[in-house]
């Protein structure tokens, strides 16, 4: 997952609240694999039967390239973290993505189209012992609502006008208009102790304190992240293992190697041509997701300005072969903005098929010989497999394309700064929600269109916003989705930014070492509701 900001805030402005991470040497990014001896933890070898004081192991893909407060967290492998530290008073099923109830004791009451209601569930504390009250509610909405703190979960929730504590344990919400997906959206934001992160805001980021069953131990630079149990835990899903250890190993073969020699009890992110192997000795599974890879243009670069230009570099991929070739198979083209798997689908009315002879003539009609550009990509394993095989779909159509191929906040430099042609990279906002509405606005509506590929002067995404906005204060679900689905058309027909394909996430782990695990459709493991077997 590239490096995630919030919509409308300048990098510099973002960057005051992560560049103080490079000091703690726990929160320091790096793409490189972790190394360090073999672990000596509890139950590493994958023995025991309902091993409450066990310890579970896992191995991450991403490093920690942010802090964990989760305002801002914009890291993959923190944000995970998080899952486990803190919760909502909503939460998402990590495998299903469906809203349940966590820190509040059931969804929150409508009590009018505008107002909704939610009560905290009793005895509940953050692990530094303090009771978590309604205030700590209110603060933890009040600092992602105020623009100053730049927070990366304000355009998720921009209906909220204010958030009050009726007493104690309950707390109200003022819609600035209806919105139907208040009660699942919320899951959004995680509840804060209002004291600990007002005393010291970046001592918090380093060691986040939460009211989730594990508590933060420490987290090592390019190693480990450390929790415990939080034994006074008293939600719905208590820990069911007394630790956890998560290697930090970006390097493909360090995962399948520790997955292999039982280092670990369960690696996300398998490389593709490794899963066939792997499922002969571990338990493996590909799930599909949103998580994708696009295409986008600098649009602000006459090159790109006529929409011709970039459907023709669509038609001219060979997206069936990338995906048996570079992926075995592991993706579905994508035919529409979320893949066809997803509960509000909708086939986009221009499907990318390829058709060179289709590219060529798009390439003709608007008046480009020989086109030349440079395409950034990411170095995370899967795209670097991928990359050559795009450069040659490209070649085939008579198009130059020249590889750059870097870590993501090399190449997210690049693009903040306006310095690029092309870029080809992951994305998968669905960490945040499933719904479309969530999915859209986070790469259609604000900062990727305003500051990263310069699409914000045009009717097109005029219209994008203006029919984001009538669709999320419509009431009527037939509308919204009939809403959503001439987004989905328009964005497609544009192709400033839109999908190649839709990947599907393998998975792998030890059903003998652990129970009740499942894989997920995002980015990230999750050990909620899993013990040691």
């Not at 990338?322 to 994508?334: L, Q, S, W, Y």
Request: proline share 5%; aromatic share 10%.
């Amino acid at each position: 997952m590239p490096e995630l900001r919030p919509a409308g805030v300048e990098r510099r402005t973002f960057l005051r609240y992560t560049s103080a991470l490079g000091a703690a040497a726990a929160i320091t990014a790096g793409l490189t694999a972790c190394g360090g001896p073999s672990s000596t933890a509890d139950g590493a070898d994958g023995a025991g039967n309902g091993d409450a004081d066990g310890t579970i192991e896992a191995g991450l893909s991403y490093p920690l390239s942010t802090g964990f407060d989760p305002m801002i967290t914009s890291g993959a492998t923190p944000y995970a973290a998080n899952m486990h530290i803190f919760e909502g008073l909503v939460d998402l099923d990590p495998a299903t993505l469906v809203a349940r109830p966590a820190l509040a004791t059931e969804m929150p009451k409508k009590i009018n189209a505008t107002t909704y209601r939610a009560t905290l569930r009793d005895g509940a504390t953050f692990h530094d012992g303090s009771p978590v009250t309604a205030e700590d509610v209110v603060f933890s909405f009040e600092r992602i609502l105020d623009e100053k703190n730049a927070s990366l979960m304000a355009q998720f929730v921009p209906f909220i006008d204010t958030v009050t504590a009726v007493d104690a344990t309950t707390v109200e919400f003022k819609l600035k208009y209806a919105f139907a997906l208040f009660p699942s959206r919320i899951a959004v934001a995680r509840i804060v102790p209002k004291k600990v992160v007002e005393a010291d805001v970046k001592g918090f980021d380093a060691k986040p304190v939460g009211s989730g069953p594990y508590r933060f131990i420490e987290a090592t630079r390019e190693d480990k992240i450390v929790f415990e149990r939080f034994d006074t835990y008293n939600g719905p899903r208590p820990a069911k293992a007394k630790k956890m250890i998560w290697r930090l190993m970006s390097d493909q073969s360090a995962r399948v190697s520790a997955m292999e020699s039982g280092r670990v009890h369960a690696i996300e992110d398998v490389p593709y041509i490794d899963v066939k192997r792997l499922s002969a000795t571990t338990k493996t599974e590909s799930v599909q997701s949103f998580g994708l890879l696009f295409l986008m243009f600098n649009t602000a670069d006459e090159r790109f300005a006529d929409k011709r230009v970039r459907q023709a570099l669509h038609y001219a991929l060979d997206t069936e072969k990338i995906i048996t070739t570079a992926m075995v198979g592991n993706a579905a083209a994508a035919t529409g903005y979320v893949p066809s798997t997803h509960p509000d689908y909708h086939q986009a009315a221009t499907v990318y098929t390829h058709d060179v002879a289709k590219a060529k003539k798009l390439l003709a009609d608007a008046g480009v010989g020989k086109l030349k550009f440079t395409v950034l990509t990411t170095d995370t394993g899967w795209v670097k497999d991928i990359a050559p095989l795009l450069k040659e779909s490209w070649a085939a159509a008579g198009i130059e394309a020249t590889l750059s191929i870097a870590q993501s906040a090399a190449q997210y430099a690049k693009v903040d700064g306006g310095d690029f042609d092309v870029l080809v990279a992951p994305g998968d906002p669905s960490v945040f929600g499933n719904d479309v509405d969530l999915l859209m606005r986070w790469f259609y509506y604000g900062f990727w269109p305003e500051k990263r590929y310069g699409w914000s002067g045009t009717a097109g995404y005029k219209e994008v916003k203006q029919l984001l906005d009538k669709a999320a204060q419509t009431a009527d679900e037939a509308t919204r989705k009939q809403l959503w689905g001439r987004i989905t058309d328009l964005v497609a027909d544009e192709a400033a930014l839109y999908p190649i394909l839709h990947r599907k996430l393998p998975t792998a782990w030890n059903e003998k070492a652990l129970s009740g695990f499942k894989p997920l459709p995002t980015t990230g493991l999750s050990f909620v509701d899993v013990g040691r077997a």
